[in-house]
């Protein structure tokens, strides 16, 4: 059978496969349970164009991935073919472990990171795959002597952001999120065994910074993104306090599996069923319940679903300071006199949180710039550089419009 397949992408244009191996991992199941989970969660509300997966991001992130071993070969980086392959595979498999609607239910339905669980997605694999994923899982892993091929796969310049970026860009149509991948990834180089950017590529590694902070503020963090997910996860939340008090939901049996019962990584780690009953779990799911719960008899599960699918969303307000208790006092008294739910459940009407976000952190490894001269600085070291490597951080409050 002829594995060597090409893919007509919407961003890259045509991409080829170059390991048969990626394309039986491709065939896998498990992977194509992510052509059924939304790279952007819920981000369609706003911008009607977002409703990519996690499919075609790893398939992004594998075609980036390709370009960058070429580049780093051509100046001299020795990556064997062995390596070639396992780090193809390492990005294509990154992120299998995500559940429905991405990172919004990441800890309501299963409280362990999407990263762990595709960690076990790997493991599994590579007991199917006779041990062909073992050199993928080490350098997955950190755990492989040649550093610059983890930070390709999980780093400030890795092949995941710059397809993220390019790819929820071309999505929402929101043109401030562009970046010159393809001149950052001819920029990349290997320095002392972990990877650096060329001098003359600092405008462009500047450019890639503030897109991502804008893409935050613009997309990922949009404000109605923002409630709109946070009314999904008191849905949940909502049917999994119902679930644990013995009432019935009428839903598919993968989400049924997570509302009734509790599970951490180590009940992953000592149950291998778990990890085939997350793989049936997707936003179809979700949604299919979503539309369930509209006619379930509890008025807070009801009403918060039927909001959700007909998007009547509420009503938010973001500060850079947070909401005293006077001001939250006075909007659940209003929101209360709108006799919408008892009084007891108020909290699903009306509450708030925090959300972050930094340009550029300096608290991991930096993006470190390869000189002429054959100095290596990091980025937030360079005079003429003034990028923000502040935290901000924003509060807001929901609650019903009217």
């Not at 755990?143 to 071309?170: C, T």
């Not at 991948?181 to 065994?193: E, F, P, T």
């Not at 013995?246 to 509302?259: Q, R």
Request: proline share 3%.
């Amino acid at each position: 059978m002829n594995k060597k397949k090409i893919i007509n992408d919407p961003v890259y244009g045509f991409i080829t496969i170059p390991f048969d191996i990626l394309f039986d991992l491709i065939e896998h199941p498990y992977f194509q349970r992510l052509r059924r989970i939304k790279q952007v969660s819920l981000t369609h509300y706003v911008y009607p164009g977002a409703l990519h997966t996690r499919f075609h991001h790893a398939i992004g992130a594998l075609h980036l991935m390709g370009q960058a071993i070429e580049v780093l070969r051509s100046k001299g980086a020795e990556i064997t073919e062995e390596e070639a392959r396992a780090v193809s595979i390492a990005i294509l498999l990154h992120d299998i472990g995500h559940g429905p609607f991405s990172h919004t239910l990441e800890h309501t339905l299963v409280n362990v990171p999407h990263e762990e669980i595709s960690l076990l997605f790997m493991e599994r694999l590579n007991e199917e795959f006779n041990g062909k994923l073992d050199l993928a899982i080490s350098i997955f892993q950190n755990q492989y002597k040649k550093k610059f091929l983890h930070q390709l796969i999980s780093g400030q310049l890795d092949m995941d952001r710059m397809d993220y970026l390019n790819r929820d860009s071309f999505f929402t149509g929101v043109h401030e999120g562009v970046i010159g991948y393809d001149r950052i990834i001819k920029m990349l180089a290997v320095h002392n065994g972990e990877l650096v950017v060329e001098e003359k590529g600092i405008y462009s590694i500047e450019k890639f910074l503030i897109a991502r902070r804008l893409m935050y503020w613009q997309v990922y963090l949009h404000k109605t993104v923002l409630v709109a997910e946070q009314m999904l996860v008191k849905t949940l939340k909502r049917a999994k306090q119902l679930a644990s008090q013995g009432i019935a939901l009428n839903i598919p049996k993968s989400l049924s599996f997570f509302l009734y019962q509790n599970f951490s990584l180590e009940d992953f780690d000592k149950n291998k069923e778990l990890l085939d009953h997350f793989a049936k779990l997707d936003d179809h799911d979700i949604f299919s319940s979503l539309k369930v719960f509209r006619d379930h008899p509890d008025p807070v599960l009801s009403f918060l679903s039927s909001c959700i699918v007909d998007r009547r969303l509420f009503k938010i307000e973001i500060k850079d300071e947070p909401f005293s208790p006077i001001d939250i006092s006075e909007i659940k008294n209003r929101i209360e006199s709108l006799n919408i739910l008892p009084k007891e459940n108020l909290d699903y009407l009306v509450f708030g949180g925090a959300e972050t976000n930094h340009a550029y952190s300096t608290s991991k490894d930096e993006i470190n710039i390869l000189f002429k001269n054959g100095d290596v600085l990091p980025m937030s070291q360079i005079s003429d550089f003034g990028i923000q490597t502040r935290l901000v951080k924003k509060y807001y409050l929901c609650y019903p419009k009217g």
